[in-house]
């Protein structure tokens, strides 16, 4: 019988932010830009949510509990490189580069109009699992073109059982792709348990059917998440091919704005979660090396919050795309048919 | 009793679950969570895990496994979340589903029903309101039942259940809720393949289905105010098989027709039925057929979503012109 | 130089891998084995591997890796080996590859080629045969492209590569090899989106693409032979975009038309014409559009399939009846 | 890092039909048994290309070289017992019970008209991979209504690298399905290598990844076959769950009698196979307990020819079915669009 084996989930802070791993050689600043970077996202993340119960925004899913894992699947990565993910790693978009009023307007519901395709983000995926197999084609063209660019596919446990998920496995390994497949394990498929979604021990043991090495991370832990993230981009960017990472995490929050997990989930698991918390972790250890304190902390919250304010504001200023431009983004080049369907939805805007 | 789509629903696959125990239903989201519409609320509670499952997070699989336990002798009803995850599907849905029969020359059937919301005004992320229901049009073998109301969903849903082949079932979201109507708490069915019509006419025939025959009976009964014209509604509840029958008939009576659906134009069954109208009555056609459909591009995003859904003024607009002397 | 559409098409893609280094090939046997039906013969030879790979087996995986290729800046031309197989690739395909320009509001194209064989009258295997491309009138974002001869196919697919949003090439088995015809050896295009009057005549237009083109030139001819009838015959060559204005030129001018095509009747693209002519030109019309088509059952198996495929006899009766007084 | 370790292919006879494992307890008669399944297997595959070659049969895969793997994956099923497989498994359906002239009847190109649906055998599946996803909920469903029901559903190793294969054995392992997943690995899909399918050492290492055990087997060996066949059925039927058999073989001759595999494989390996030929190998076994000899072994050759040309004459005897019956086959109801095409194919019958 074939069997797998299996370490414990890699990590340098343990839950209690005390040091049980090789801390990666991180600047002060750097280390900083990462606490920034989650508090960023914690802070937006609850921002939205506002937003949607007064109207302001559309349907959102929290990514309360997993700022580590989504600040730091991204930070390693460098301009050139590219990020393909799911709706629940805005705050890797953040940190690939994405403007706060632009990512804000996409969520008044209007397209992402002046998408910044410069930051190298494909925009977040609504089919699930799918975005993976661009991030593997997205690998093969960089490494075909002989560029030095490495690229990220990020999806959730549930995106696992996707058949596309799991070609895109095959194909990094076939193709030894310059790629970083993460999982995301935050315990839950809106509704459906991790130990629902597959009968594997772990999701990483997934690599090795398919010659993919994988690795098991502790996702709440935001210095295991970089050091295994920056291993697995140099690996790639080095020509060594592609590695599979779950991060072990937690979605705190409800799946969505419009999801009621009390129907499904027993809050004392959610509890237990919350003591592990990503942020207070991190900042614990920020504390030990003098870094930050909760005076430096809130001040920074403050003006996090001022910048996300003022982002918002920018956001709602933004004149919406007019409606016939949906005929401009469907085909490059438009023909009767289309100028024909133009014209009336131009008829019908004039009331 | 007055029950939303929702609740018809419910009862409709409660009954079901009750009378046949081949009768399972898998899918997404539908065990302890009901559903993300709670079509399925309690019913995993009521008839067990091995009645009421959830599954992983696969469409193919959910098709393709329902495919082996329609042919095993269960009834297996599938929820795809959304409409638009459907294409992830297709193969094990028009390869497989809909030529089981087919391939094996009758020696095995595939009583499968597939349970999916679709529809525009809502407001929803992408892909969660596209119509799709017109690509099954070119896929043979497969039925396709679109509601547009309580008392129809839970007929139509039963018969869907009781069909030896497969059923594709569209349920539109925006009709979930919006309203109820008296369902009767019994089990009944409406038969698959017969047409509705919803309002007699005599001056034009407005033909509609799922959530656009709402909007095309105000249109009519705009048109009735505003200039006393008699407009007909068909409500065509089934889109494969259609109800020629019924479309012939009421064209013949009024020589006019204007076709209403959300998805897109090309190809869609505005196509069909406008190709069907010129083989079988062009000679009592006094104006050319009317398409008012949603335009040949993707379902846009929420903010643009009002401007590509047909409105009552988009369809008014078409009555007139067919209705023009 | 006399070639048939197999040797065009491959002269085709050594011309673009020649002029455009971001053009790459992808699919099942398409290197060393030159692809089952050789049109990609010697070109993993002269290109190397990087430029011309095969796949493992897995369609979802060619159309999407290839989206993420056509993002980053590559014109992927992949080859799906039967066309009744895209269904598996049918979400990365319809959500993806044809959404990619609208989603990213233009940030990002997906310039990218699909190839697929497709057809009757060969005697394949199931799945092998189907027509499929009716179903992509209702999946906007993506073009449609179905050559009917050697010189049409090699600068059609020139074409298609050029092209800024996805190009679905669907190739005729039957006609791989079945005639040659002088095609230059330099690269030239043909517009996407632009029908061809094959055959001119005034009593009545004739309307087909891919291998139905020759069947109704065919019967076209037999008409004039035999009742002096003037058929005009248009080849489609692309039916997304539909060259409308050179189908309602014709029309105008014949006041008679029939369509016909393999797939399946229901929503195909005679449906489309027909519901165009009507809107259209309906007061031209002399007579009813008949539809010549395929029947609304899957493809069914190599004994069958002669009487499944529209034949000259069918295409005669439908132009003997709408030419009746 | 996550690694699979592998065990060698599970052997009872090696290449020259020594013993070097467990032998399964078998009647004489069921050795016999098997090895008459496995000359009937080559037999017929090559009548079959003969029959082609005259225009009589449509495309065809051989078998030849696969009959051990073919036979073995089949015959510890029982009548209640169901398969599903690819085109490449006509032996294991002759071992379920499929009569040669149905089974011949279909290769003229026709419908299966008559289908055997009480052998319990899915139509042979065209659709690489597909038949896994019905093999498990065949498996499901037998499992919900509560039957002593066995599942086998097989496909070759090109055939993994699809998402419903995938799909197929991550439900496998969620439901505990009894169902055994058998990949015949021949070494190629056309004209791919298997190393160019899946970067994995393996196919059966894919199993740990979805928490369903799997096993490398001998494909060339019956007995192999057979009881690590038995072995997971027995293990199914006890509600045990799935098992994964990778059953390493090789593919003698052509793709189908469409393709020429000179343009793509190096004859050498060819050879190299036909010295661990499972005939052979087996063959060598009975003869050393005195089941079998040259003489014995050529009577029943020619008994299965007999046999065979019999099931031809038979089966180009049977009545092609009315072209009509496409209507009937498509839907159990029929409608008047399908009543009015019906007529129109009738009208053109009558010449
Ligand atoms: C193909 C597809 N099927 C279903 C859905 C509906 N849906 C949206 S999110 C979700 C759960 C995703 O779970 P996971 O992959 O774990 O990501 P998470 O939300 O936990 O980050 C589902 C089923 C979808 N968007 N796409
Ligand atoms: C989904 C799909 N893609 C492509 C094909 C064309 N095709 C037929 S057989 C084959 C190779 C199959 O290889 P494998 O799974 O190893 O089975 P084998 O033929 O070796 O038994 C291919 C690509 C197909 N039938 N189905
Ligand atoms: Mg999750
Ligand atoms: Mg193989």
Same mark, same amino acid.
Request: hydrophobic fraction near 40%; glycine fraction near 8%.
């Given at each position: 019988?074939?069997?797998?084996?299996?370490?414990?989930?890699?990590?340098?802070?343990?839950?209690?932010?005390?040091?049980?791993?090789?801390?990666?050689?991180?600047?002060?600043?750097?280390?900083?830009?990462? /606490?920034?970077?989650?508090?960023?996202?914690?802070?937006?993340?609850?921002?939205?949510?506002?937003?949607? &119960?007064?109207?302001?925004?559309?349907? /959102?899913?929290?990514?309360?509990?997993?700022?580590?894992?989504?600040?730091?699947?991204?930070?390693?990565?460098?301009?050139?490189?590219?990020?393909?993910?799911?709706?629940?790693?805005?705050?890797?978009?953040?940190?690939?580069?994405?403007?706060?009023?632009?990512?804000? /307007?996409?969520?008044?519901?209007?397209?992402?109009?002046?998408?910044?395709?410069?930051?190298?983000?494909?925009?977040?995926?609504?089919?699930?699992?799918?975005?993976?197999?661009?991030?593997?084609?997205?690998?093969?063209?960089?490494?075909?073109?002989?560029? *030095?660019?490495?690229?990220?596919?990020?999806?959730?446990?549930?995106?696992?059982?996707?058949?596309?998920?799991?070609?895109?496995?095959?194909?990094?390994?076939?193709?030894?792709?310059?790629?970083?497949?993460?999982?995301?394990?935050?315990?839950?498929?809106?509704?459906?348990?991790?130990?629902?979604?597959?009968? $594997?021990?772990?999701?990483?043991?997934?690599?090795?059917?398919?010659?993919?090495?994988? &690795?098991?991370?502790?996702?709440?832990?935001?210095?295991?998440?970089?050091?295994?993230?920056?291993?697995?981009?140099?690996?790639?960017?080095?020509?060594?091919? *592609?590695?599979?990472?779950?991060?072990?995490?937690?979605?705190?929050?409800?799946?969505?704005? $419009?999801?009621?997990?009390?129907?499904?989930?027993?809050?004392?698991?959610?509890?237990?979660?919350?003591?592990?918390?990503?942020?207070? &972790? /991190?900042?614990?250890?920020?504390?030990?090396?003098?870094?930050?304190?909760?005076?430096?902390?809130?001040?920074?919250?403050?003006?996090?919050?001022?910048?996300?304010?003022?982002?918002?504001?920018?956001?709602?200023?933004?004149?919406?795309?007019? *409606?016939?431009?949906?005929?401009?983004?469907?085909?490059?080049?438009?023909?009767?048919?289309?100028?024909?369907?133009?014209?009336?939805?131009?008829?019908?805007?004039?009331? | 009793?007055?029950?939303?789509?929702?609740?018809?629903?419910?009862?409709?696959?409660?009954?079901?679950?009750?009378?046949?125990?081949?009768?399972?239903?898998?899918?997404?989201?539908?065990?302890?969570?009901?559903?993300?519409?709670?079509?399925?609320?309690?019913?995993?509670?009521?008839?067990?895990?091995?009645?009421?499952? %959830?599954?992983?997070?696969?469409?193919?699989?959910?098709?393709?496994?329902?495919?082996?336990?329609?042919?095993?002798?269960?009834?297996?009803?599938? #929820?795809?979340?959304?409409?638009?995850?459907?294409?992830?599907?297709?193969?094990?849905?028009?390869?497989?589903?809909?030529?089981?029969?087919?391939?094996?020359?009758?020696?095995?059937?595939?009583?499968?029903?597939?349970?999916?919301?679709?529809?525009?005004?809502?407001?929803?992320?992408?892909?969660?309101? %596209?119509?799709?229901?017109?690509?099954?049009?070119?896929?043979?073998?497969?039925?396709?039942?679109?509601?547009?109301?309580?008392?129809?969903?839970?007929?139509?849903?039963?018969?869907?259940?009781? %069909?030896?082949?497969?059923?594709?079932?569209?349920?539109?979201?925006?009709?979930?809720?919006?309203?109820?109507?008296?369902?009767?708490?019994?089990?009944?069915?409406?038969?698959?393949?017969?047409?509705?019509?919803?309002?007699?006419? !005599? %001056?034009?025939?407005?033909?509609?289905?799922?959530?656009?025959?709402?909007?095309?009976?105000?249109?009519?009964?705009?048109?009735?105010?505003?200039?006393?014209?008699?407009?007909?509604?068909?409500?065509?509840?089934?889109?494969?098989?259609?109800?020629?029958?019924?479309?012939?008939?009421?064209?013949?009576?009024?020589?006019?027709?204007?076709?209403?659906?959300?998805?897109?134009?090309?190809?869609?069954?505005?196509?069909?039925?406008?190709?069907?109208?010129?083989?079988?009555?062009?000679?009592?056609?006094?104006?050319?057929?009317?398409?008012? !459909?949603?335009?040949?591009?993707?379902?846009?995003?929420?903010?643009?979503?009002?401007?590509?859904?047909?409105?009552?003024?988009?369809?008014?607009?078409?009555?007139?012109?067919?209705?023009? #002397?």
């Amino acid at each position: 019988m074939i069997t797998a084996t299996q370490d414990a989930p890699f990590q340098v802070l343990d839950p209690e932010g005390q040091v049980v791993g090789p801390v990666p050689a991180l600047s002060d600043d750097r280390l900083l830009a990462l /606490f920034r970077w989650m508090w960023q996202a914690r802070t937006l993340s609850n921002k939205i949510i506002a937003l949607q &119960r007064q109207g302001r925004a559309t349907t /959102f899913g929290s990514l309360v509990g997993q700022e580590a894992a989504a600040v730091g699947l991204a930070a390693p990565l460098q301009p050139q490189d590219w990020l393909a993910t799911s709706y629940r790693e805005l705050a890797s978009h953040l940190v690939k580069g994405v403007p706060l009023p632009t990512m804000l /307007f996409s969520f008044r519901g209007s397209s992402r109009d002046h998408y910044p395709a410069e930051t190298h983000c494909l925009p977040i995926q609504i089919v699930i699992g799918t975005q993976m197999l661009h991030a593997v084609g997205l690998a093969m063209a960089a490494k075909i073109a002989g560029d *030095p660019v490495v690229v990220v596919g990020a999806c959730g446990d549930g995106a696992t059982s996707e058949g596309d998920f799991n070609e895109a496995l095959n194909w990094a390994g076939v193709y030894k792709a310059p790629v970083v497949l993460v999982v995301q394990n935050n315990g839950w498929a809106i509704s459906v348990p991790r130990h629902k979604q597959s009968a $594997a021990q772990t999701l990483a043991a997934r690599g090795a059917g398919f010659g993919v090495p994988s &690795r098991l991370v502790d996702g709440n832990d935001i210095l295991a998440m970089y050091s295994a993230m920056s291993d697995a981009v140099d690996r790639a960017r080095a020509g060594e091919g *592609p590695t599979l990472i779950e991060a072990l995490t937690y979605r705190i929050g409800a799946h969505t704005t $419009a999801d009621d997990p009390t129907r499904y989930r027993d809050p004392a698991e959610v509890e237990a979660w919350k003591a592990k918390d990503p942020i207070a &972790r /991190f900042k614990h250890y920020l504390v030990g090396r003098g870094l930050t304190d909760d005076a430096r902390e809130s001040a920074m919250i403050t003006q996090l919050e001022d910048e996300i304010n003022a982002a918002v504001e920018e956001a709602e200023a933004m004149p919406l795309p007019s *409606p016939e431009k949906i005929f401009d983004w469907a085909y490059a080049n438009p023909f009767p048919r289309i100028e024909e369907q133009r014209a009336t939805l131009k008829h019908y805007l004039t009331e | 009793m007055q029950s939303t789509m929702v609740e018809a629903l419910n009862q409709a696959l409660e009954l079901e679950l009750q009378r046949d125990k081949r009768v399972v239903l898998l899918g997404q989201d539908i065990g302890p969570n009901g559903g993300v519409f709670r079509v399925t609320e309690h019913l995993q509670k009521k008839f067990g895990e091995s009645r009421v499952f %959830d599954t992983p997070l696969s469409e193919s699989a959910i098709i393709g496994s329902s495919v082996g336990m329609a042919v095993y002798g269960l009834r297996p009803v599938a #929820e795809i979340q959304f409409a638009g995850f459907l294409f992830l599907s297709m193969s094990q849905l028009v390869t497989q589903a809909a030529r089981m029969r087919f391939r094996s020359a009758c020696a095995f059937g595939c009583p499968l029903v597939i349970r999916s919301p679709f529809g525009g005004g809502v407001r929803t992320p992408e892909l969660h309101s %596209d119509s799709v229901e017109g690509v099954f049009l070119q896929t043979p073998g497969i039925k396709v039942v679109l509601p547009s109301n309580p008392y129809d969903a839970k007929g139509l849903l039963a018969a869907a259940v009781d %069909d030896p082949d497969p059923v594709l079932f569209l349920e539109h979201i925006k009709l979930y809720r919006s309203f109820r109507q008296d369902v009767p708490e019994e089990r009944y069915t409406i038969p698959l393949g017969k047409a509705n019509v919803v309002r007699e006419g !005599t %001056d034009v025939s407005l033909i509609a289905y799922g959530a656009m025959v709402h909007t095309a009976q105000e249109a009519a009964k705009k048109l009735h105010e505003q200039r006393g014209a008699s407009v007909e509604v068909i409500d065509l509840r089934t889109i494969w098989p259609l109800d020629e029958a019924a479309i012939v008939a009421s064209v013949e009576k009024t020589g006019r027709a204007v076709i209403v659906h959300e998805a897109p134009r090309a190809g869609g069954l505005g196509a069909e039925i406008t190709a069907i109208i010129n083989e079988r009555c062009l000679y009592s056609l006094l104006k050319p057929v009317e398409r008012v !459909t949603g335009y040949d591009v993707p379902f846009p995003v929420p903010g643009h979503e009002d401007h590509y859904v047909p409105t009552v003024r988009r369809i008014s607009d078409a009555l007139e012109r067919v209705l023009a #002397e």
